[in-house]
C-alpha cells in the first residue's frame, strides 16, 4: 500500500532507507528497517523506515539488501607512504635504516599528492570517512583530501633533522604555521602541529610547539611509546616515555593525540586519564612490526579516548580499517587471556564513535543522531562473507569486508557511489601510482637487503 507523502514538511535533501540503520548512539539503537533524513549537511531525522515514507525529500535512496551506519574514523595515518608499499618489510630498525633515507630521497609535491589521492580511494571505498594524518608537505594532503571530499585533521611533521619539506631541523614549525595559517577555515580540513617523536623532536622544540598550538588553537598529534630504544633512553631520564612528556609545561594535555602508546605501566594509564590525552591504536602495524601490544582495553577503562588506526601504508600496509577493528578485540584478549573484554559492540564504537571522541570531532562525528554532520556508510548484505545476521556487531567487527561498502556519505554528500569516487577520477589516480611506482622501483630494490 502507498504511504501519502506529507505536504506541509519543507523537504529534506536525502533520505536514505535501509534494512537496518546501526547508530552508535547513547541507547545503542539500531533501526530495522530505518531511515536518515539530511538537511544542510546534517542528520534532520532518522527512525522507522514507515516514518521516513511520510516525510519528502529532493533525493531519496532504497537499499533494502543494505545496512547503514556512522563512517569510520581512522585515527592516525601517513597517507602518502603509498608509494613506498611493501617495500623492505622485514628489516630490524627500518625506520632509521630505510623510511628516513628512501623519504629523503624519493617524498617530492608531486608524490605526496598523487600518493594521497590514492590512499584517499582505498579508505573511502572501505568506508572511512574521517581520518588523521602527518607527514611532510601536508598542504598537498590538504588538496587531495579536498578534492576527495573527506573529513580530516591533518599535521605537518616536525623533526630534528633535515625533512623532504624543510632543508634544517625543526624546519617543519615554520612550513606548519603556513599550512596552518592557509587551511585553518576549511569546513573538512583541520589543520595541526605534529612532531614526529620524543627521541626525533627534543624538550625545547616540544615546549615550542606547546606554545604554538596554544597560540593557533590547535592540536598536536605525534607518535609516543612507540619504539624499544626509546622506551630505553627515557625510563632513564624520566622513569617513562609519558613522565618524561609530562616534564615538559602544557604538552600532556587534551589537545594532543598520542599514537600507538606500547609502553606504558599503571602509573603512565593513570597520568594519560589525569591529563586528558587521546589515543591512537594501531594494532595491526605495531604486531607487524612484532611490537608490545598496547593496553588499549586499560586506557579506555581508565576513561582514556581511544580510537582505532591503521597506520601508514608501509607500517600497516591495509587502509581499511575493518582490519584493525577485527584485529583489536582478539589481540586485547590475547594480551589480557579474558574472551570477555572488548565485546563486538565495543569494538564497533571504538571504530566510530571512539574515533572522534580521540580527534575532538564526537560533537559533530562518529554516531548517527539528530543535528550531526552526515557521514554515514552503506554496506552491502548480499554476499557470501556477510551472511547470515545474528548480531549487528558482530558482523560488523568479524564478517564485514572492504568490499562489501558501497556508497559512502560525508556531509551528505555521496563520496563513493556504488564503489566508485566521485571526487576524481579512480583510473588516472591508479595509472599515476604506476609511475610514481615505476619510478621509485630502482632505488627500492638498491636499499632492499640482498
Known amino acids: 500500500m502507498d504511504v501519502p507523502m506529507a505536504r506541509t514538511q519543507s523537504p529534506d535533501d536525502l533520505i536514505v532507507e535501509a534494512a537496518a540503520i546501526v547508530t552508535v548512539d547513547p541507547g545503542w539503537r539500531i533501526l530495522s528497517p530505518g531511515y536518515i533524513a539530511v538537511k544542510d549537511r546534517r542528520i534532520s531525522a532518522l527512525g522507522p523506515a514507515a516514518e521516513g515514507r511520510l516525510r519528502s525529500a529532493k533525493r531519496r535512496v532504497e537499499a533494502p539488501r543494505a545496512f547503514l551506519m556512522p563512517g569510520m574514523v581512522n585515527t592516525h595515518t601517513h597517507i602518502s607512504m603509498a608509494a613506498f608499499r611493501g617495500a623492505c618489510e622485514d628489516i630490524p630498525n627500518r625506520l632509521t635504516k630505510v623510511i628516513f633515507p628512501l623519504e629523503r630521497d624519493l617524498v617530492t609535491r608531486d608524490l605526496t599528492y598523487w600518493s594521497a589521492l590514492y590512499c584517499l580511494a582505498e579508505m ?14 601536508e598542504d598537498e594532503v590538504a588538496k587531495a583530501t579536498d578534492k576527495a571530499g573527506l573529513r580530516a585533521i591533518l599535521g605537518e611533521t616536525v623533526l630534528g633533522h633535515a625533512a623532504p619539506d624543510a632543508p634544517e631541523g625543526y624546519g617543519g614549525i615554520d612550513y606548519a604555521r603556513n599550512f596552518i595559517r592557509d587551511w585553518d577555515c576549511h569546513p573538512r580540513i583541520e589543520p595541526c602541529l605534529a612532531p614526529h617523536a620524543p627521541y626525533t623532536v627534543d624538550a625545547e622544540h616540544l615546549a615550542q610547539i606547546v606554545r604554538e598550538a596554544e597560540k593557533l588553537d590547535v592540536k598536536i598529534m605525534m607518535h609516543v611509546a612507540e619504539m624499544d630504544f626509546e622506551h630505553e ?20 594535555s587534551p589537545r594532543l593525540l598520542a599514537v600507538h602508546m606500547l609502553y606504558l605501566d599503571d602509573a603512565d594509564i593513570n597520568l594519560a586519564a589525569q591529563r586528558g590525552l587521546r589515543v591512537a591504536h594501531c594494532p595491526a602495524s605495531n604486531a607487524k612490526s612484532g611490537r608490545l601490544i598496547c593496553p588499549a582495553s586499560r586506557l579506555q577503562s581508565a576513561g582514556v579516548p581511544l580510537g582505532l588506526a591503521t597506520d601508514g601504508p608501509l607500517s600497516g600496509n591495509g587502509m581499511d580499517m575493518q582490519g584493525v577493528l577485527n584485529l583489536f578485540p582478539k589481540m586485547q584478549k590475547v594480551r589480557e587471556g579474558r574472551r570477555d573484554i572488548v565485546t563486538a559492540r565495543e569494538a564497533v564504537r571504538a571504530a566510530t564513535l571512539g574515533g572522534a571522541e580521540a580527534l575532538g570531532l564526537d560533537g559533530d562525528i562518529g554516531s548517527l543522531e539528530i543535528g550531526k554532520k552526515a557521514d554515514f556508510i552503506l554496506v552491502d548484505l548480499d554476499d557470501f562473507n556477510i551472511q547470515p545476521v545474528y548480531d549487528w556487531y558482530s558482523t560488523i567487527v568479524y564478517a564485514m569486508r572492504p568490499h562489501n561498502v558501497i556508497s559512502v556519505y560525508i556531509d551528505g554528500d555521496e563520496v563513493v557511489a556504488q564503489r566508485r569516487m566521485t571526487g576524481f577520477d579512480q583510473d588516472e589516480v591508479f595509472r599515476r601510482m604506476g609511475q610514481i611506482a615505476d619510478d621509485c622501483a630502482k632505488y627500492i630494490s638498491r636499499i632492499s637487503p640482498a
Open 124 to 137: 573511502a571505498r572501505s568506508g572511512t570517512t574521517t581520518f588523521a594524518d602527518m607527514y611532510y608537505f
Open 233 to 252: 633512553k627515557f625510563s632513564r631520564l624520566g622513569g617513562s616515555v609519558l613522565r618524561y612528556l609530562d616534564s615538559i609545561p602544557g604538552l600532556l
